[in-house]
């Protein structure tokens, strides 16, 4: 019991040391930069979600919520892109050993007949839950999902998911930032289920 409390109390120091980060990066001058740069690489190779950088941003500079929200939309859209040609052009090179890498080659073959039916939806489903949105942009162009509907279901996926998060944040935010700062230890362990919930997910599919 008090080796359990002793491991709870270190990870709930490391977590608001990396809040606290966080933070400190979400009001750097270049924190659009990289938030851009994980929702870019999140969406064809990066496992950790861009949330981790928005939520902090937006509690940080509220009136900047709209245009974060925009940043972590646009580059999230652009890197799916990015994972689609990795699905086209690379699957033999780079797309078969991530997919092999996180587990999923198998059920991905099974996964393909699917997007002949569901492919839009797939998309869009993927990119507004944990669900890992990368391995979906991959295997979208690896099946060659028609271009137009995988453009309109991530704008509307990725837009749906980083301005709900952004408005919630904007109109609750000083409440919000209390109750997360507060529950701090829990939140980050809830987070890092639902980051591996989304993984193992797949592998019922």
């Given amino acids: 019991m008090v080796c359990f409390k002793n491991i709870w109390g270190w990870f709930q120091q490391f977590a608001h040391a990396c809040y606290d980060k966080m933070i400190a990066l979400s009001s750097a001058e270049h924190a659009m930069f990289w938030l851009a740069v994980v929702a870019f690489a999140e969406s064809s190779f990066f496992p950790i979600p861009p949330d981790i950088m928005l939520i902090p941003m937006v509690l940080a500079a509220p ?30 090179v780079l797309a078969k050993p991530l997919l092999e890498f996180y587990g999923y080659l198998q059920q991905f073959e099974t996964f393909q007949d699917y997007y002949h039916k569901w492919g839009g939806w797939i998309v869009f489903g993927a990119g507004i839950t944990p669900f890992p949105y990368k391995v979906i942009t991959i295997a979208s162009g690896v099946v060659h999902l028609n271009l137009g509907v995988f453009c309109v279901a991530s704008v509307l996926a990725r837009g749906l998911r980083f301005y709900l998060v952004a408005w919630l944040l904007k109109k609750y935010g000083a409440p919000m930032k209390v109750f997360i700062e507060k529950n701090l230890g829990v939140l980050s362990v809830l987070f890092l289920l639902l980051l591996i919930g989304g993984f193992v997910l797949l592998k019922y599919i």
């Fill in 63 to 92: 009136q900047k919520a709209w245009r974060i929200a925009g940043v972590a939309t646009a580059a999230s859209v652009v890197g799916g892109f990015f994972g689609y040609g990795i699905g086209v052009f690379f699957y033999d």
